[in-house]
């Protein structure tokens, strides 16, 4: 079977967005898998570092399984490297409200999953 065929059949979530106070547009899926929940799980407990870096490395998961698209004074950032790259730039204030739309949008879509 060919990768057109396989993907005709799934369905696809809604999208949302986040606008924050100074008009920059945050947008996420509205979907994830099991795979990427078991994963997320793993990365938020893992015994291996301190709760803090677990913490830490577990709101960049989930940003980088989430995101699809970042726009900042009106420059538009796509593309999980991309996207990746940008959150590490981020300001402490920029990541303190994307962890913010984070624990929204999990309670909001997904409320089996523990928010970070």
Known sequence: ???R???AGRISAPSTDYRDADGNVLT??????PLTRRKYAATLHD???TTDD???RAVEFLFERLAE???VSGVPTEGQKE???RYRLAS???RHWIRDVLREHLAANFPDVEAP
């Open 1 to 3: 079977m060919g990768k």
């Open 92 to 94: 402490t204030d920029e």
């Open 83 to 85: 996207l990746l790259a």
């Open 5 to 7: 065929n396989r993907a």
């Open 54 to 56: 677990s913490w830490h």
């Open 47 to 49: 015994q291996r570092k």
């Open 28 to 33: 996420l899926r509205g979907s994830m898998t």
């Open 69 to 71: 698209r970042w726009e």
